[in-house]
């Protein structure tokens, strides 16, 4: 079954379903194209529709490329390609601005056919495909049966001076939160290309230091620490792998302008900061930091954006992601890495390397980037201690542009795994769906493993008005807050959180929705494993359980403006009782009360 999807702001979601064989070169035949126009002609729809194959030709260092056939994404199109038929007069030079002269460096054009259905109304556009990874999604379950409620409030110290970032990179010492890289504005355009989608301008080449229980900040350029122009740039990179380990924060990767080469680029940069040093010395606001408190590296492995790193059974482990060199544009698409890439850092204080890379087999189903990979704990299955692993939730983007649905499990040496999607019993995942601020909890009682997830972009959501859940394909910003379970079985299931974002809204009242690209961080004192995952069975009364910073607030759902957050909830923990423990309390509580009158009584 062929499904397409028909997105138009101007009237109700519509879609239509052909029975087509499933072969991919079926999908391109005149006959199905025959049948699509048919259908949308009967509909009274505008339609166009352009069949574009490209040719495969690896376009050398140094080649300067022409009008007639000039690189969008880093595919070759000829002059009347597939982005100018979206259009009634467009042409190419709509989504690549760059001049005709620029050159471009060792770029590959892919040979593959490309199917652009569009439909022109309201003077905008709306294309068909393969929305998601899965046409249908697990039922999601209320809160019933979580053994704790969580609560987000707003901190007390909110205060003008905060930076507004997202996308960032992060860790703490002492209390005190360093922040580098990052986006100091909010979602890249969507329709613009080059400098107009990722302006150089937002990006953030500051050192931030946060103290949330005082509510103060302070910054130092990357200039003062006495770097590089292309270092600079590299720390200044958007959506940057990082992990925290040993009182190291190791960034790798990210996005971002090139102010040498003057284009946009992908870096393969490794940085290691020594945190607290680097913490005091943004504090300090003189002088230079300590030798060697920030060094950098460079190697391919390292070379994503918008993947996930973690570091877990003494090697670093980069979980899927992307490689994207050249301006961002709309249905422009990087090379995914399909993988996880595992190696150790070598790191002796002065001197830093990348080494016994290990890079699993690439597979479709793993081309994932913009996720939420998160750390787990597990039973050994034979008795022995507790195991460490990971869990890659959703992400995007399928061939389609839809979400993924279906968890990746990684284990402790980096092997990736997915159930069977067709499966009816395999776990589907319906909501927050995109990379958010997120918290994980063990028990070992339970042998249950809680992954909270807040807001961000979501294929369902609630709607205010009705209660209703809501499916949407765009993928809107939400403040839903979801639970997503692994039981001792293995088994998921996620859950609707009565808890959501506090109100916040922008001058003209429109909610705000958060989390997107944001960052949990966890307050000092909290019981956790080494792999940073809560105790939950050491959570016993009420608890601050830390912060959430930062990331992208949007005022709608989609369509929308947004900007950077700089503003900190607090996230409080709070124990439910178990039924029989709270059916005693009543009890003694009943009890205590007839005593009471009893006594008055005979008084």
């Given at each position: 079954?062929?499904?397409?999807?028909?997105?138009d702001?101007?009237?109700?979601?519509?879609?239509?379903s052909?029975?087509?064989?499933?072969?991919?070169?079926?999908?391109?035949?005149?006959?199905?194209?025959?049948?699509?126009?048919d259908?949308f002609?009967k509909?009274g729809?505008?339609?166009?529709?352009q069949?574009?194959?490209?040719v495969?030709?690896?376009i050398p260092?140094g080649?300067t490329?022409?009008p007639?056939?000039?690189?969008?994404?880093g595919?070759?199109?000829?002059?009347?390609?597939?982005?100018?038929y979206?259009f009634p007069h467009?042409?190419?030079?709509?989504f690549?601005?760059?001049?005709s002269s620029m050159?471009?460096?060792?770029l590959?054009?892919?040979?593959?056919p490309?199917?652009?259905?569009?439909?022109?109304?309201?003077g905008?556009?709306?294309?068909?495909?393969f929305?998601?990874?899965t046409?249908t999604?697990?039922e999601?379950?209320?809160?019933?049966?979580?053994?704790?409620r969580?609560?987000l409030?707003?901190a007390?110290?909110n205060l003008?001076?905060?930076p507004?970032?997202h996308?960032m990179?992060?860790?703490?010492?002492d209390g005190?939160w360093l922040l580098?890289?990052?986006r100091t504005?909010?979602?890249?355009q969507?329709?613009?290309?080059?400098l107009?989608?990722f302006?150089?301008?937002?990006?953030?080449?500051n050192l931030?230091?946060?103290d949330p229980?005082?509510?103060?900040?302070w910054?130092r350029?990357l200039?003062d620490?006495?770097l590089?122009?292309?270092?600079?740039?590299?720390?200044?990179a958007?959506n940057a792998q990082f992990?925290?380990?040993?009182g190291?924060?190791?960034v790798?990767?990210?996005?971002?302008?090139?102010?040498?080469a003057?284009?946009?680029?992908?870096?393969d940069?490794?940085?290691s900061?020594?945190v607290?040093d680097v913490?005091?010395w943004v504090?300090?606001g003189?002088?230079?930091?300590?030798p060697n408190a920030?060094?950098?590296?460079?190697?391919?492995a390292a070379?994503?954006?918008?993947?996930?790193?973690?570091?877990?059974g003494?090697?670093?482990?980069?979980?899927?992601?992307?490689?994207f060199?050249?301006?961002?544009g709309?249905?422009?698409?990087?090379e995914?890495?399909?993988?996880v890439?595992s190696f150790k850092?070598?790191?002796?204080?002065s001197?830093?390397s990348?080494?016994?890379?290990?890079l699993?087999?690439?597979?479709?189903e793993?081309?994932r980037r913009?996720?939420?990979?998160l750390?787990v704990?597990r039973?050994d299955a034979?008795g022995g201690?507790l195991?460490?692993g990971?869990?890659?939730?959703?992400?995007v983007?399928t061939?389609?542009d839809g979400?993924?649905?279906?968890?990746?499990?990684?284990?402790s040496s980096?092997?990736?795994s997915?159930?069977d999607?067709?499966a009816?019993?395999?776990?589907?995942?319906?909501?927050?769906?995109?990379?958010?601020a997120?918290l994980?909890?063990y028990?070992?009682?339970?042998d249950?493993?809680?992954n909270?997830?807040f807001?961000?972009?979501s294929i369902?959501y609630?709607?205010e008005?009705t209660?209703?859940?809501?499916?949407d394909?765009?993928?809107?910003?939400v403040?839903?807050?979801?639970?997503?379970?692994?039981?001792?079985?293995g088994?998921?299931s996620q859950?609707l959180?009565?808890?959501e974002?506090?109100l916040?809204?922008d001058?003209?009242g429109?909610?705000l929705r958060?989390g997107?690209n944001?960052?949990?961080?966890v307050?000092q004192?909290i019981?956790?494993y080494?792999?940073?995952v809560?105790?939950?069975d050491?959570?016993?009364e009420p608890?601050?359980?830390?912060?959430?910073?930062?990331g992208?607030?949007?005022?709608?759902g989609?369509q929308?403006k947004t900007?950077?957050s700089?503003?900190?909830f607090e996230?409080m923990?709070?124990?439910v009782?178990?039924?029989?423990t709270?059916v005693l309390?009543?009890?003694?509580?009943?009890?205590?009360?007839?005593?009471?009158?009893?006594?008055?009584?005979q008084?």
């Amino acid at each position: 079954m062929l499904r397409l999807f028909f997105l138009d702001p101007c009237s109700a979601f519509w879609t239509t379903s052909f029975e087509e064989a499933t072969q991919s070169e079926s999908l391109y035949s005149s006959t199905f194209l025959d049948t699509v126009v048919d259908c949308f002609q009967k509909s009274g729809t505008p339609l166009r529709v352009q069949l574009d194959y490209s040719v495969e030709r690896l376009i050398p260092t140094g080649t300067t490329i022409l009008p007639d056939g000039r690189l969008c994404g880093g595919f070759a199109h000829f002059e009347k390609n597939a982005v100018g038929y979206l259009f009634p007069h467009g042409n190419q030079k709509i989504f690549d601005r760059k001049p005709s002269s620029m050159k471009y460096h060792g770029l590959k054009a892919v040979a593959k056919p490309g199917l652009v259905i569009a439909i022109i109304i309201c003077g905008s556009v709306h294309v068909f495909g393969f929305p998601h990874q899965t046409e249908t999604f697990s039922e999601i379950e209320s809160e019933s049966t979580i053994p704790f409620r969580v609560s987000l409030q707003m901190a007390s110290n909110n205060l003008s001076s905060m930076p507004t970032l997202h996308s960032m990179a992060m860790a703490q010492s002492d209390g005190k939160w360093l922040l580098v890289g990052g986006r100091t504005n909010g979602l890249h355009q969507i329709f613009a290309t080059d400098l107009t989608s990722f302006p150089p301008s937002e990006q953030n080449s500051n050192l931030w230091v946060i103290d949330p229980r005082s509510g103060q900040s302070w910054s130092r350029p990357l200039q003062d620490v006495g770097l590089s122009d292309a270092d600079i740039d590299f720390l200044s990179a958007t959506n940057a792998q990082f992990a925290e380990h040993d009182g190291k924060l190791y960034v790798a990767g990210g996005y971002g302008y090139d102010s040498i080469a003057e284009e946009f680029v992908t870096y393969d940069g490794l940085a290691s900061f020594d945190v607290e040093d680097v913490v005091n010395w943004v504090i300090d606001g003189s002088g230079a930091p300590n030798p060697n408190a920030v060094r950098i590296t460079h190697d391919p492995a390292a070379r994503v954006t918008g993947g996930v790193m973690r570091y877990m059974g003494d090697q670093f482990h980069l979980v899927f992601g992307q490689d994207f060199q050249g301006g961002y544009g709309p249905w422009f698409s990087g090379e995914y890495t399909n993988q996880v890439r595992s190696f150790k850092i070598v790191d002796d204080g002065s001197t830093l390397s990348i080494e016994d890379v290990h890079l699993t087999t690439p597979k479709p189903e793993y081309r994932r980037r913009d996720l939420n990979v998160l750390p787990v704990i597990r039973k050994d299955a034979g008795g022995g201690p507790l195991e460490e692993g990971l869990v890659a939730l959703s992400g995007v983007f399928t061939e389609f542009d839809g979400g993924w649905t279906v968890p990746v499990e990684i284990d402790s040496s980096g092997n990736p795994s997915m159930a069977d999607p067709t499966a009816p019993d395999t776990f589907k995942q319906a909501m927050n769906n995109y990379t958010t601020a997120s918290l994980g909890f063990y028990s070992q009682e339970s042998d249950e493993m809680h992954n909270i997830l807040f807001g961000g972009i979501s294929i369902h959501y609630v709607d205010e008005a009705t209660g209703d859940l809501t499916r949407d394909d765009q993928l809107p910003f939400v403040n839903d807050v979801t639970d997503i379970v692994i039981d001792s079985e293995g088994n998921y299931s996620q859950h609707l959180l009565s808890t959501e974002f506090p109100l916040v809204t922008d001058l003209d009242g429109n909610r705000l929705r958060f989390g997107t690209n944001g960052e949990f961080i966890v307050a000092q004192g909290i019981p956790t494993y080494e792999n940073g995952v809560l105790k939950l069975d050491e959570l016993t009364e009420p608890t601050l359980l830390g912060y959430l910073y930062g990331g992208i607030a949007a005022n709608q759902g989609n369509q929308g403006k947004t900007v950077a957050s700089n503003l900190i909830f607090e996230v409080m923990y709070q124990p439910v009782p178990e039924p029989n423990t709270f059916v005693l309390t009543l009890l003694a509580a009943s009890i205590s009360m007839i005593a009471y009158h009893v006594k008055n009584n005979q008084e």
